[in-house]
């Protein structure tokens, strides 16, 4: 999902694109049920490759894994951009619908419902207007495998309520979200600035829940200025 911006913040900077463990090329990865695990593999991913502090940019799950790396870890972020994403724990019975899908996928025989499971990632005027962003979420969603799924969803399942993390986080930070996302209704997201002491917030009109892949210039641009605004502040 990050490939638009693989190729146009690379000429502003160093992007490093992390596959969780048991998806795409870290397939082979043992796969966490926790969210302290998939930070885990965040942080040992950051300190391989980068050594020091990054600029993190989380989406939906990957905004849960930051805020619980940022909890654990906090001097490894120089700054943070959550896109489409929350800080409460889930409800019971979100919860409970979670735990129920992963206990199905459990079973090698099961699979996600591609058309079910996509159709919400998308707003209406993606789902009608981009047909090769569609394309490219249902190949998303079909190439899942199951374990990584079972994983993912039982930490998503079960991860504690973040939202007191929100106001121990000191670097400069950024939320955006999609004007119709679905998924993770606006409000859900916007909520974070109240949290984190001067974040900025941005809204990607016309997008969804995958806003970096549907409307890419618009992201990248919010991303861009947030990079440039921070790096005068310091300058000066």
């Known amino acids: 999902m990050w490939n638009p911006q693989l190729d146009s913040l690379s000429d502003h900077c160093r992007v490093l694109l992390a596959d969780l463990p048991g998806f795409g090329t870290a397939s082979d990865h043992a796969v966490p049920d926790t969210l302290a695990g998939f930070a885990r593999a965040v942080e040992t991913t950051v300190e ?37 994403t929350r800080s409460e724990a889930d409800a019971p019975e979100a919860r409970a619908k979670r735990l129920a899908t992963a206990e199905r996928l459990g079973n090698p025989s099961e699979r996600l ?12 005027q993606s789902r009608t207007g981009r047909p090769r962003v569609v394309e490219a979420v249902r190949a998303m969603v079909a190439a899942a495998p199951n374990r990584a799924m079972v994983g993912a969803l039982r930490a998503i399942a079960n991860r504690p309520d973040l939202t007191p993390v929100l106001a121990s986080i000191r670097v400069p930070t950024l939320v955006v979200w999609g004007a119709q996302d679905e998924l993770m209704p606006p ?23 995958m806003s970096p892949l549907e409307d890419p210039p618009s992201f990248d641009r919010a991303v861009r200025d947030f990079l440039a605004a921070t790096e005068e502040r310091r300058s000066t």
Do not use: C, M, N, W
């Open 113 to 124: 419902d591609v058309d079910a499971a996509a159709h919400p990632l998308l707003s209406e």
């Open 187 to 209: 409000a859900r997201t916007q909520a974070l600035r109240e949290g984190v002491v001067g974040s900025k917030g941005v809204e990607i009109a016309g997008a969804g829940h």
């Open 48 to 84: 391989s490759r980068v050594g020091g502090p990054v600029t993190v940019v989380a989406h939906s799950f990957g905004g849960y894994i930051a805020l619980q790396l940022y909890r654990d870890r906090p001097d490894l972020f120089e700054r943070l951009v959550l896109v489409s």
